[in-house]
């Protein structure tokens, strides 16, 4: 492993490394400041750009995008009540009446100080339990990787919007899309009627950014996001933060930073629900929580040192199983794909210097987070400024040649243009779109995995429920989905309740 | 409201693709070497399929028939990877606006190999300004000159620094 270590850092420390995790970062915080623009959508957008790169450099790109997208959105969350994104929605409950109270840099360096350490948290574990879990992934065959697939998919289609229904048809929408083409395993033509542009099936890439990327232009056409309004800081001098006020926050920091890992290893679930748990733990937990909701500090590292945390969480399955936890890693998946690597248990064998790569990323980008936001604040605050009505067409001009460059071919673009719609549909009639993208996504996986299962036993359903692994993973996509519908169930006979008198 | 019937009449038009897509996955061919053929999962997942929309049908007929007033529950925690803003004081939706955007950038991507890539893009991206932007924001100069700039600069770091191929039909 060591060797592994210092391949990997090896080709990290270069400068075109650096300046792209640098910018990638500043990308990032810039796509999850601003409201109306995604850390999904800016993933998407750059895809293209890496096919050019080569992989680490690629990878530096995406991965500072990443990292800067989850933390980005804490800017106008404190400064305006706005999260930039659905990961600093609790940040907006403490850091924006902190920040009204008269201390506003106090808001804000807590708030960039904890969202540094959940990342570094969360990269901690990763490290640490990702070989182990590579370790037992490897003895996993297809009728497991089928059942942890159904159950990622499982989650996702109920965890992701209001209705477990809702995001089943989005994610069974999903996998259709992918029976389009060639089959695996036999090759058979699957729904091309004749037209050989479809031999091939439909694109990871188009679809991506059909949906992630111009649907956000068509949502802004529909409902332009609130102006950005102009906004004074002041000096901020350190962190804000007196030492022995950092030091009462360590436990809950640590208690946060491990809610948002684990949650981030869960698919289905991202930095949106982490920082509400995590704050709603705090408050639990807090010996003031009379204070919660008027500037607390305890609420503020809560919400964004659990968001950060996700990142680190979210790597540990697309790392060794190769399986995406929700949106943005998806798209990392692509990326990785792009590049032609395949994440998966072998990873941790075979090309050790890669995952060692991702991981120096990973903390370097961390680093440039917190440094950027530290030093650069000023500097976001103006290029927020820049109008969506100039900005999006830019964005859609980038996609469609991205789109284009795929394949060389026009259809790809036809596709983005199709999944816009698509994409606009789910919005508009309430579907999640993060199941849909994940159906896409582990479609294939399931039936080749399904199918080569059933080979290997020999036509027999009953080994996938009967074998350990892939019976406990089968187990818990029952057990979740009672747990959902239960959920859903008590709640609705609540609404009654709460409505009467 | 759209929110009444367009539940139903969304769900009932993917039930209809969902039992299209069923019966052509009958059509697929079968290698009679393996136990499972390439239509195990398209009918799996047609059947799936239905069987959601079919419930969501019913979810969504059945709020109409109860007459419940379908408040949305504001910005709830399972809302996950999407940024939903809280709609209860939402500004209005300008509909023409995301019709006008799209049929554009299908304009645009459709005469990209007719009048070429770059002076599409000029062309499109001023009046994709134009229609983004409310009245008052509207700066024609600026747009045009953003246009124009964005192009050169697009060329330049698409196709010389990163090496891209863009589109035929260049200008020149």
């Not at chain 2, 504001?74 to 996950?80: E, H, K, M, N």
């Not at chain 2, 229609?131 to 196709?159: N, Q």
Request: with cysteine; net charge positive; charged share 10%.
């Amino acid at each position: 492993m060591p060797s592994g270590l210092l391949e990997g850092a090896s080709a990290v420390f270069s400068i075109e490394v650096l300046l792209l995790v640098t910018f990638g970062v500043l990308v990032g915080i810039l796509f999850g400041a601003s409201p109306g623009l995604t850390t999904s959508m800016g993933i998407a957008l750059m895809l293209p750009i890496t096919f050019g790169l080569p992989l680490v450099e690629g990878m530096a790109l995406l991965l500072g995008l990443y990292i800067g997208g989850v933390s980005g959105g804490l800017i106008t969350a404190i400064l305006l009540n706005i999260p930039g994104t659905p990961a600093s929605i609790a940040t907006t409950f403490d850091g924006y009446p902190l920040a009204r109270s008269g201390q506003p840099g106090k808001a804000l360096g807590t708030g960039i100080l904890f969202s540094f350490i959940g990342g570094i948290v969360s990269l901690i574990i990763l490290v640490t339990v990702s070989p182990y879990l590579a370790k037992i992934a490897i003895k996993f065959g297809p009728v497991e990787y089928f059942a942890v697939s159904l159950f990622s998919l499982t989650l996702i289609a109920g965890l992701s919007g209001d209705s477990l229904r809702k995001g089943a048809v989005s994610a069974l929408l999903g996998v259709l899309v992918t029976t389009v083409g060639a089959a695996p395993i036999d090759g058979v033509l699957r729904f091309t009627f004749g037209n050989h542009q479809l031999d091939g099936g439909l694109q990871l890439l188009p679809v991506l950014i059909g949906i992630y990327a111009i649907t956000e232009v068509l949502k802004t056409a529909e409902l332009k996001p609130d102006k950005l309004a102009e906004v004074v800081v002041g000096k901020l001098r350190g962190f804000g933060l007196s030492m022995k006020e950092f030091g009462s926050q360590t436990w809950n920091a640590l208690r946060s930073s491990l809610i948002g890992t684990a949650i981030g290893v869960l698919p289905g679930l991202g930095a949106g629900v982490a920082n509400i748990i995590a704050y709603s733990a705090a408050r639990k937990q807090s010996k003031q929580p009379e204070k919660f909701g008027k500037g607390s500090l305890e609420g503020l590292v809560a919400s964004e040192s659990s968001n950060n945390a996700v990142s680190g969480g979210a790597m540990i399955p697309l790392l060794t199983m190769g399986i995406p936890g929700d949106a943005g890693t998806a798209i990392l998946l692509a990326g990785l794909m792009i590049q032609g690597i395949t994440p998966g248990p072998l990873m941790f064998s075979t090309s050790a210097d890669i995952i060692y790569g991702i991981f120096i990323i990973l903390l370097i980008a961390n680093v440039v987070m917190i440094v950027m936001e530290f030093f650069g604040l000023r500097v976001f605050l103006k290029l927020l400024k820049i109008p969506k009505h100039i900005l999006l067409p830019i964005i859609v001009v980038i996609c469609t040649i991205g789109a284009f460059s795929t394949n060389n071919r026009m259809f790809d673009v036809w596709t983005i243009l199709f999944f816009a719609a698509i994409g606009y549909a789910l919005y508009k009639f309430k579907y999640p779109s993060a199941p849909f993208i994940l159906g896409f996504i582990l479609g294939p996986l399931l039936e080749t995995n399904l199918r080569r299962g059933m080979m290997y036993t020999s036509g027999d359903f009953l080994p996938f429920l009967t074998r350990p692994a892939s019976g406990l993973f089968m187990l818990l996509t029952v057990v979740s989905v009672a747990v959902i519908v239960w959920g859903k169930y008590k709640k609705r006979r609540q609404a009654p309740a709460n409505r009467a008198g | 409201m759209l929110n009444r019937y367009g539940d139903i009449i969304f769900s009932g038009a993917l039930a209809v693709i969902a039992i299209i897509y069923l019966g052509l996955s009958f059509n697929i061919p079968q290698n009679s070497a393996m136990p499972y053929g390439s239509d195990l999962l398209p009918k799996l997942a047609g059947a799936g399929l239905l069987v959601a929309c079919i419930a969501v049908l019913i979810g969504a007929t059945k709020r109409l028939v109860t007459g419940a007033s379908k408040s949305a529950p504001a910005a709830s925690p399972a809302a996950g990877v999407e940024g939903e803003e809280a709609e209860s004081a939402a500004p209005p939706s300008d509909y023409r606006k995301v019709l006008y955007t799209f049929m554009l950038i299908l304009l645009y991507v459709a005469l990209w190999e007719t009048i070429g890539f770059l002076i599409m893009t000029a062309i499109y991206l001023f009046f994709q300004f134009i229609v983004l932007s409310d009245r008052s924001e509207r700066r024609y100069v600026v747009f045009a000159v953003t246009s124009i700039i964005t192009t050169a600069a697009v060329y330049y770091v698409f196709v010389q620094v990163l090496s891209l191929t863009i589109p035929g039909g260049l200008l020149g």
